[in-house]
């Protein structure tokens, strides 16, 4: 199996079927479980707009695990970057359906 977690700091093999491993899904608050679980079914059979959704609630979903492992405030500066370019991303992906 090559998918592993989409935390960027665990190496642990996941089922392609999930998006973290069970220690980092943990630490993922409900409501952000409920949006990836609601999002995940929508999405078409190549990387489109209809994807924008998921990739939203993916990405607060590692951020919350990134930000529930470390309290240090470099890191947490990271966390924002990386969050602002996946929401950018979900943004690119709706801006090319719209058109």
Same mark, same amino acid.
């Given at each position: 199996? !090559? %998918? %592993? ?5 665990? +190496? =642990? ?8 491993? =069970?220690? %980092?899904?943990?630490? $993922? ?6 949006? $990836?679980?609601a999002t995940v079914g929508k999405?078409?059979k190549c990387v489109d707009a +209809?994807?924008?959704?998921?990739? #939203? ?11 529930? /492992? *470390? *309290? !240090? +405030?470099?890191? !947490? =500066?990271?966390?924002? #970057? ?8 979900? /943004? +690119?992906? /709706?801006?090319?359906?719209? *058109?």
């Amino acid at each position: 199996m !090559n %998918h %592993h977690c989409h935390m960027p700091t665990c +190496t =642990a093999k996941t089922p392609p079927r999930m998006l973290m491993c =069970a220690k %980092h899904w943990r630490c $993922v608050p409900a409501d952000v479980q409920r949006d $990836v679980y609601a999002t995940v079914g929508k999405r078409g059979k190549c990387v489109d707009a +209809t994807w924008a959704p998921w990739w #939203r609630a993916q990405a607060r979903a590692i951020d919350a695990a990134l930000r529930a /492992e *470390s *309290s !240090n +405030t470099a890191w !947490n =500066a990271q966390a924002d #970057r990386l969050l602002a370019k996946e929401l950018a991303f979900a /943004e +690119t992906l /709706e801006a090319k359906g719209a *058109s």
